[in-house]
């Protein structure tokens, strides 16, 4: 039985962070979108203001699987919560337990901070992602469409509120 360890990220984790996710993209078929600047994400992520959290996940001493989350806010819950940005194990050490310990942690937090939910979206043809996560308990919001503002649009309705 491998030896998993969850770990808070540290600065010095950055490139690791970054490989973590530039390997991601290229499972989910998106590298052409990773524009990250490790200079802007060490900030990002361990400057005076931190807008995310990442866990590391090891497998036998070996970092094998990232977490990338932040809160939220329900108001119809009126508590906050987590929502999971990234998860990502490498293939290599994919069966051996570490993306259910990842979470696992991702719920233990999510309950140490008063949190009442962990959420995150999942592209529709990551079958194996879906099946595992159902395994886990987790249910779809099939009645929940997302959106997104990004680059033009985004500026463009910024400048409406001038």
């Known amino acids: 039985m491998p030896h998993l360890h969850i770990r808070s990220a540290q600065r010095d984790d950055v490139a690791l ?9 290229d499972y989910e078929k998106l590298s052409d979108q990773v524009v990250v600047d490790p200079a802007q994400m060490s900030e990002h992520l361990f400057g005076a203001h931190p807008f995310a959290e990442v866990l590391i996940g090891e497998v036998d001493g070996t970092a094998a699987g990232f977490a990338l989350f932040f809160h939220n806010y329900s108001t119809f819950l009126g508590k906050p919560g987590i929502y999971l940005e990234d998860l990502y194990v490498r293939s290599s050490a994919r069966g051996t337990g570490l993306g259910s310990a990842l979470l696992g942690k991702l719920a233990s937090l999510a ?19 879906i099946e ?5 308990g987790a249910q779809p919001l099939d009645d929940w469409t997302q959106y997104r503002l990004t680059g033009p649009a985004l500026h463009d309705l910024s400048q409406k509120s001038a």
């Open 17 to 25: 962070i970054i490989g973590f996710i530039r390997e991601l993209a």
């Open 132 to 136: 595992f996560y159902k395994r886990l």
């Open 111 to 129: 309950i140490a901070r008063g949190c009442g939910r962990l959420e995150w979206s999942v592209l529709d043809w990551n079958e194996p992602a």
